[in-house]
């Protein structure tokens, strides 16, 4: 079975902390993902990684960055954590660029007060 | 841009009836359309997917048709029950080979007893 596993369910943080989220899959799986899920707003991409050291940007990236030492591990940082960052992460893998089909781990829901 | 618009919810329905979800799409080229289920407390996870026009993706008693002339992939059941409460998102993957989905803004099903 495919695992997608994220370090916390929940987190809650302080303004300008360092926030680390952390996501690990055993799947050998080329591609991962890091959503944010917002109510109204669906699913926005933030990074995405498809190889070890590789990363891109996704649609909303300011504010975070992320680290793909490893191939199974993808770790999002909220450098400066602040309340507009308080929402439910998700961590997705995909098995290559021509496989779109993602697979997600079960969320960290994260409060910054 | 490539983008998925779904009916806005909650969808409240009594069990046993009829369900719809609205999704239509903007997109260039073919993209591959996906249905994703999120129940409480969990990730989402793949419901069914059509990867071109005119295919039926079918799961569970679900359904959807990938209708390229009016860009929609409708999500459609006989009769719903209780346990399929939950959040569903409509997914596009773009042309260009990159592995990203875009989803749309998720449409919540509340089914009643």
């Known amino acids: 079975d495919v695992k997608v596993t994220q370090s916390s369910r929940y987190l809650v943080k302080r303004t300008g902390e360092k926030v680390f989220l952390e996501c690990v899959q055993d799947?050998?799986?080329?591609?991962m993902f890091w959503y944010r899920q917002d109510p109204g707003l669906g699913l926005r991409l933030i990074y995405f990684?498809?190889?070890?050291?590789?990363?891109e940007k996704g649609d909303i990236p300011e504010g975070y960055s992320v680290s793909r030492e490893k191939k199974e591990r993808f770790s999002l940082i909220l450098e400066s954590a602040s309340t507009n960052q308080t929402s439910m992460y998700l961590c997705a893998t995909g098995r290559s660029r021509m496989n779109t089909e993602a697979f997600f781990g079960q969320g960290t829901r994260l409060t910054v007060v | 841009g490539n983008s998925v618009t779904q009916m806005e919810g909650p969808v409240t329905l009594s069990e046993e009836a009829f369900l719809t979800i609205n999704c239509t799409y903007t997109?260039?080229?073919?993209?591959?359309l996906f249905w994703y289920v999120q129940y409480p407390g969990e990730g989402l996870q793949l419901l069914l997917k059509?990867?071109?026009?005119?295919d039926k993706g079918s799961n569970k008693g679900f359904e959807a048709t990938y209708r390229k002339e009016t860009t929609s992939f409708h999500l459609e059941k006989g009769s719903v029950q209780v346990s399929d409460s939950a959040v569903y998102f409509c997914a596009l993957s773009g042309s260009s080979n990159t592995g990203k989905l875009i989803f749309g803004q998720g449409t919540t099903l509340q089914v009643k007893p």
């Open positions: 059509a990867t071109k026009a005119d």
């Open positions: 799947m050998d799986h080329e591609n």
């Open positions: 997109a260039t080229g073919y993209p591959s």
């Open positions: 990684s498809y190889d070890v050291k590789m990363k």
